[in-house]
């Protein structure tokens, strides 16, 4: 097989996966009377002078349960529901919101839509235009979940966090536990004047459970359970995620780290589980790659990026080696951006940002893609738009952006196997990065010294320093599919007003060679 | 209803809800406002929203029991939803040691916040004020990306023991950060108040934010090390704001904060900074202005964490008073961290060799044992020698504590509020701070980003 065609393969193959689209049927926001609030929405944009207009009617479910040790700390139901209106006036943007779902209301936030983007024309030099996209009449999607977690009783769930916090405070020295688990469940109806017309029910949940070991001489150390990702499934990911089974473990690290090997500091190869690889990712090639950052839109917060301008970038940055394939997608199944359609009403593409190791793509929403269609010769956008909830304007955020697994069915082990001197690192931590994505400093939940090809102990106090694009080029190793996992984040920041993304990355484990390792320890005074 | 509650309006929505419970107890908060943002980059609008939202949270408690429920449906339907949801949720909840009875009625300090010419601050206006900025930008020959944000709403929370507190503000904010077109100099400046009138001139803030962009072209990238660093209001409270969070007693009597004594107790009462270091907390200060109690309606008081470097204070939540034996002392109102009278150039005029440091980025915990942060410059670095500013330098990584900003100092300027948030202007937490001489910052590398 060559190069390009295992590209296409695992790029296809990932795509398998994607989650049917079932007519979800009883979905209570794909009723007429919504339906026929969102046309009215957008009939009056377009009397009050809207080229184009859309509506998202948007109710957000939240549940959290948290505990510490042995006793409840907080259980809270969340609901938050309203509709919101973006339009376009000669090439200026417009948007309003409102959380009274009624006919004078949606047409009085349309027109207020239209009176906003008439006020910002005055500052508006270049009008913005939309890339094509195909009708939608009815389209409905729906999160592949087993268990609705909104039906499991609050006992369950105290319970089953309880036991995990007796089974960590059982490991002399471990002393506190916190444990938590919060769902999402939000349901979207969306419409716009291009004849699109959604539905979907997207899910997400997120356990989390942190011990901290505390002795009086050494201190203090906390594990948390970054091996369990947040994910875009129901009730059966928490089960799953067996915190009664594996909290006795994470606290025998948390106590072992206290009195672990401080690192020394100097130059290492590193081996990186995907449970920490997947915020690298995140940071170094997900947002740099984002084309609204690209272009300065997100200079005075988030930041710029070094991949930038795109004629000088795109086909010819050489970001890694070349069996360094990055894929853009939101389809995998059960990961946290996977969606029918994105907030632009467009059905996603699966694509590859860097492929070979080059940069050739960036995330794109409609109003971006006419800035690099002379560049990259598409026309149409990859289906990045998204807006946290109905009071928050759509703008660019990243699809799940994913390390594919490379052609040998190397494992972790092998990768260590592989390794004279070196550190493995298990779990994300401590992260930073300039805001321009060159430079990043990283630790992990776990690190261990490899030597001759074998883990000889726990260290501590270890982060890493790297500039994005020597890191990714000092990559020499990576594991095959079977080694791939998915992690991610459920609350990425960006934008003003801030706003929350949730996303999936998924990686196999890999080694980076000869990379500056820091001590983070000092004298505690 | 308007687009936020009166205290009436307040009064009579968390009375109705009170009115329905069959709780043994019952505490209920509504928030309300008006978010109106106008979003700019390349020298034009790029987004802007007008929304308004108002929830209610619902507490029922059946002895130990509780759970909360909000809700955006203010209707009758969707209040008494929330109120029953509570209720069913309570139920099932297990007792939690550690709930407090609800706080009897209460006193709270005045605080004027709310300002109504900034409530009326509307697209129109804000378009007017980017324009402002931005064609003074493009004169210049350069590129601004920038915010101009404004809200207006009131909270309140009460409960059936009686309790109401209600609090209204505005707050507007105007951030913009400025680069060259080949993107080899960036400058950032920002100004936030309760009070729209006492922002900064769309005109002036474009100004700062040029002469920074401009000024960073060419930079010496400078080994990475321990430096003298001038840091200016924003930065040092980007660094500040860390403490909010580490004055905690809870975590220092667990043996698990930078506050914790090894083998057992607490630093209070220990020098922990330079003698000049005061921080207070106070919700009336007018710099700081906000809300004069806690979530569940404990009147925050004025409080003095350090007190010429000797730890004063830690924050302690009803419970852990309680099992201590002490006074709550919650967190709130803001910090102030007392300064000196000298302007940030006469700062600088004092400095033999160092940096000027704009604002810090991506700040992230490294050790809590040791407060050790990590994060980076960002939107103006730059060299100092012999009392003056001779050139950029290129962005520096660092790793380094704010207790050891506070204990390295060399000098204070005169305090101004800023935000301690990385998106800067008036949001994040609410600090009253100086511009300071601070010596052996440790830098670990250096940033090509601009």
Not at chain 2, 303 to 331: C, H, M
Request: aromatic share 8%; with cysteine.
């Amino acid at each position: 097989m060559d190069r390009r065609d295992f590209v296409t393969t695992t790029a296809a193959a990932a795509a398998a996966t994607l989650v049917p689209r079932p007519m979800a049927a009883g979905l209570p926001q794909a009723d007429a009377s919504i339906r026929d609030l969102c046309r009215r929405a957008l009939d009056a944009a377009r009397r009050a002078g809207a080229g184009y207009a859309d509506v998202r009617v948007v109710r957000n479910r939240s549940q959290s349960v948290s505990t510490r040790e042995q006793q409840i700390t907080n259980l809270a139901d969340e609901e938050t529901f309203g509709f919101g209106v973006r339009v376009l006036v000669a090439g200026a943007w417009g948007f309003a919101a409102s959380r009274e779902l009624n006919v004078p209301e949606v047409e009085r936030i349309a027109r207020l839509a239209v009176t906003q983007a008439k006020a910002n024309r005055r500052a508006v030099r270049r009008p913005v235009t939309l890339a094509p996209t195909p009708a939608v009449p009815d389209g409905r999607w729906q999160s592949p979940i087993e268990t609705d977690p909104f039906t499991v009783s609050i006992e369950d769930k105290v319970a089953l966090l309880l036991r995990a916090n007796a089974e960590a405070l059982k490991v002399s020295g471990a002393r506190f536990v916190n444990s938590s688990m919060a769902f999402v469940l939000q349901e979207k109806t969306f419409a716009s004047t291009d004849d699109i017309f959604t539905v979907q029910k997207n899910y997400r949940c997120l356990p989390q459970l942190s011990i901290t070991a505390v002795d009086p001489a050494a201190g203090f150390a906390t594990r948390q359970s970054a091996e369990v990702a947040p994910a875009g499934r129901g009730y059966e990911w928490v089960v799953q995620a067996d915190f009664p089974g594996r909290a006795g473990r994470w606290a025998e690290e948390a106590v072992q780290r206290l009195t672990a090997k401080s690192v020394e500091p100097g130059r290492y190869d590193l081996i990186l589980e995907p449970s920490h690889l997947w915020l690298t990712i995140h940071e170094s090639i997900a947002h740099p790659t984002e084309l609204d950052r690209v272009m300065g839109y997100e200079a005075n917060y988030a930041g710029t990026s070094f991949a930038a301008p795109p004629e000088r970038v795109l086909g010819k940055l050489k970001y890694g080696p070349e069996f360094m394939n990055i894929q853009g997608d939101r389809s995998q199944a059960g990961t946290l951006s996977a969606c029918g359609w994105d907030d632009d009403g467009v059905a996603p593409e699966t694509y590859l940002i860097i492929k070979n190791g080059i940069l050739v793509d960036y995330q794109t929403t409609r109003d971006q893609v006419a800035w690099i269609t002379p560049l990259t010769g598409r026309t149409r956008s990859h289906g990045c738009s998204y807006g946290e909830s109905w009071s928050d304007v759509q703008f660019q955020r990243m699809p799940n952006v994913s390390l594919l697994p490379g052609e040998q069915a190397l494992t972790t082990e092998d990768l260590i196997a592989a390794t004279d001197r070196g550190i493995y690192i298990v779990g994300n931590s401590s992260y930073s990065i300039d805001q321009q994505r060159y430079n990043f400093q990283f630790s992990g939940q776990a690190a261990y010294e490899v030597q001759g090809g074998k883990i000889v102990g726990m260290l501590k106090d270890v982060a890493y320093q790297a500039r994005t694009v020597d890191f990714w080029n000092s990559m020499d190793m990576i594991g095959g599919q079977g080694s791939y996992r998915i992690g991610g984040t459920f609350n990425d920041g960006k934008g003003q007003p801030g706003q929350s993304n949730a996303v999936s990355h998924g990686c196999p484990p890999a080694r980076f060679r000869n990379v500056t390792v820091l001590n983070t320890g000092r004298d505690r005074g | 209803m308007a687009e936020w509650l009166s205290r009436d309006e307040a009064r009579r929505l968390c009375e109705r809800v009170l009115s329905l419970t069959r709780a043994e107890g019952c505490q209920v908060s509504v928030t309300s406002g008006a978010h109106g943002n106008t979003r700019y980059a390349a020298n034009e609008i790029s987004t802007g929203g007008d929304t308004a939202d108002a929830t209610l949270t619902v507490s029922a408690r059946f002895g130990k029991r509780t759970a909360s429920v909000t809700t955006n449906a203010l209707d009758d339907a969707g209040l008494k939803r929330a109120q029953e949801a509570s209720e069913r949720l309570a139920r099932l909840a297990p007792e939690n040691p550690e709930l407090m009875p609800l706080l009897p009625v209460q006193t709270y300090q005045p605080v004027s916040a709310f300002f109504p010419a900034t409530a009326a601050f509307d697209a129109a206006r804000r378009a007017d004020a980017v324009a402002q900025a931005t064609d003074a930008v493009q004169k210049a020959g350069l590129v601004a990306a920038g915010f101009f944000d404004r809200i207006a709403g009131a909270g309140a929370v009460a409960n059936s023991a009686g309790l109401f507190a209600y609090h209204a503000s505005t707050l507007a904010t105007h951030t913009l950060t400025v680069r060259t077109p080949e993107g080899d100099g960036s400058g950032w400046a920002g100004t936030g108040h309760n009070d729209a009138a006492r922002l900064a001139s769309p005109a002036g803030l474009a100004e700062r934010a040029i002469q920074k962009a401009r000024g960073g072209r060419d930079p010496v990238a400078l080994e990475p090390g321990k430096y003298t660093v001038v840091l200016e209001p924003t930065a040092v409270g980007n660094l500040l704001g860390l403490l909010g969070n580490a004055f905690n007693a809870r975590t220092a009597d667990e043996g698990r904060s930078f506050f914790s004594v090894r083998g057992g107790g607490t630093k209070l009462g220990q020098r922990v900074a330079d003698e000049r270091v005061t921080i207070v907390s106070d919700a009336q200060d007018p710099d700081i202005l906000t809300r004069p109690y806690t979530g569940e309606g404990l009147p925050t008081e004025r409080l003095v964490w350090i007190e010429n470097g000797v730890l004063k204070n830690l924050a302690y939540d009803r419970f852990w008073a309680d099992k201590q034996g002490v006074k709550p002392t919650p967190s709130g109102g803001g910090l102030r961290l007392t300064g000196g009278t000298g302007t940030l150039e006469e700062l600088i005029a004092g400095v033999d060799r160092g940096l000027l440091v704009t604002r810090f980025w991506y700040i992230r915990s490294v050790d809590p044992r040791t407060l050790l942060f990590t994060g980076l410059t960002r939107d103006g670095v730059f060299q100092i020698e012999q009392g003056r500013v001779t050139r950029a330098a290129r962005n520096l990584r660092f790793n380094e504590s704010p207790m050891a900003m506070l204990g390295n100092l060399v000098a204070l300027g005169r305090p101004e509020r800023v935000a301690g948030g990385e998106g800067g202007g008036g949001f994040g937490a609410t600090l009253v701070v100086p511009p300071l001489v601070v010596r052996d910052f440790t830098f670990t590398s250096v940033s090509e980003a601009v």
